[in-house]
Each structure stands twice: as structure tokens, then as C-alpha cells.
T-cell receptor, first 113, second 115 residues
């Protein structure tokens, strides 16, 4: 079945450091891929998405590229801020699996000044 | 920007009691979902709903769960006889289109605590 694997956290960085959160997936067909962010005490917010191979999603300085050959969708940001501290979830929505989102376990990012 | 709203934000209930979690999806959306997140674990799909019927459900969504759209705006999740393991954050989501590239918009969640 479809699944998403994220790197284990927590990830602790200093402000302005480079961020990578790894995400790989298993899916039949060609899924759409998403990154959601959950700030403390809040719900899930869509951060970015990519719907086909080689698409790059970007938002708020974050980027992720849909890599079909490596079945990956790694999240990157060149310079993190304290306000980026949150839990980040990689998710997929497969063409054969109906409309449900399948989430990874989430990666907690903590940025200090 | 339109939002998905959920009430209450926190619900505390005795084991064995019925609980109803409420959601108001974005007004022009047609597809509705419930997910749950047990503390420290990943977000899990429960059920999706379209055209006044369940379109998909997971193994978690057993006979103690039900969903309803009682009017034109609310979408509810009922747990008939709560168990300790039902304690979790429950998220409602909606989207306007079934196509796979339409993102689901989530509410802030209801934290359900079963005592």
C-alpha cells in the first residue's frame, strides 16, 4: 500500500541555518505530494505541494521537488527563523487510493536564536 | 481567507459516553474528511464524505463511529461509546474538488480526552 517515511526528529537548528527534512514515499501510480505544517497549538496548514514528477513546490522560503526516480520529496529552506519552529508533515494523495491523505509521522523542528 | 472551523477545541468525556465533534467546512467545498492524531503519533485518516454519504473509510472507523451532515453547513463525527484509546486530536478537513492535486484544508482540531 501507499506510505510515507520521514526522517526522525527532533531537528534542532540555529537561526539562519540550512534546513533539510527528508521524505520518501511508496505509491502505485503517480501520487500528489504535500508538506503540511503544524505550529504549536494549531491545526494543519498546507505549506506546499507538487502534483507531478519534477514539479517544485515553494512557499515562505521552503521548497520541495518531486523526484520520481528517488521517490522523494525533501523539504528545504536556506535560512530558518525562530518562527519556523513547528511540526512538519509530508503527505501523499494517491490516484488509486481514493481521496485520503496519507501522512508521515511528522518531524519536529526547533529553531533557536 | 475562508477557514474550516471546529468546535469544541477541547472535549473531556467519561469513558462509555457518546461524544459529537462538530465541523463547519469551507462553504463551497463538497468533500469532507475526519482524521485523528493520537498524541505523539502520525495523523491517520478516518473517513471521507461526499454527496451525503461515506465515500471511503479506514479500518479505524468501526461501528462506534458515524458521520453526518445534518444541515447545509455542519459536518459531525459521533463516537457512540467512547474508549480510553479514543483520546486524540481530531481534525476535520474539506476540499472543493476530488482531483488529487486539490489540497485539503484543515481545521484547528478538537482535542478529545477520555477519562
Amino acid at each position: 500500500g501507499n506510505s510515507v517515511t520521514q526522517m526522525e526528529g527532533p531537528v534542532t537548528l540555529s537561526e539562519e541555518a540550512f534546513l533539510t527534512i527528508n521524505c520518501t514515499y511508496t505509491a502505485t501510480g503517480y501520487p500528489s505530494l504535500f508538506w503540511y505544517v503544524q505550529y504549536p497549538g494549531e491545526g494543519l496548514q498546507l505549506l506546499l505541494k507538487a502534483t507531478k514528477a519534477d514539479d517544485k513546490g515553494s512557499n515562505k522560503g521552503f521548497e520541495a521537488t518531486y523526484r520520481k526516480e528517488t521517490t522523494s520529496f525533501h523539504l528545504e529552506k536556506g535560512s530558518v527563523q525562530v518562527s519556523d519552529s513547528a511540526v512538519y508533515f509530508c503527505a501523499l494523495r494517491g490516484p488509486q487510493a481514493g481521496t485520503a491523505l496519507i501522512f508521515g509521522k511528522g518531524t519536529t523542528l526547533s529553531v533557536s536564536s | 481567507e475562508p477557514e474550516v472551523t471546529q468546535t469544541p477545541s477541547h472535549q473531556v468525556t467519561q469513558m462509555g459516553q457518546e461524544v459529537i465533534l462538530r465541523c463547519v467546512p469551507i462553504s463551497n467545498h463538497l468533500y469532507f474528511y475526519w482524521y485523528r492524531q493520537i498524541l505523539g503519533q502520525k495523523v491517520e485518516f478516518l473517513v471521507s464524505f461526499y454527496n451525503n454519504e461515506i465515500s471511503e473509510k479506514s479500518e479505524i472507523f468501526d461501528d462506534q463511529f458515524s458521520v453526518e451532515r445534518p444541515d447545509g453547513s455542519n459536518f459531525t463525527l459521533k463516537i457512540r461509546s467512547t474508549k480510553l484509546e479514543d483520546s486524540a486530536m481530531y481534525f476535520c478537513a474539506s476540499n472543493s474538488d476530488r482531483s488529487r492535486n486539490q489540497p485539503q484544508h484543515f481545521g484547528d482540531g478538537t482535542r478529545l480526552s477520555i477519562l
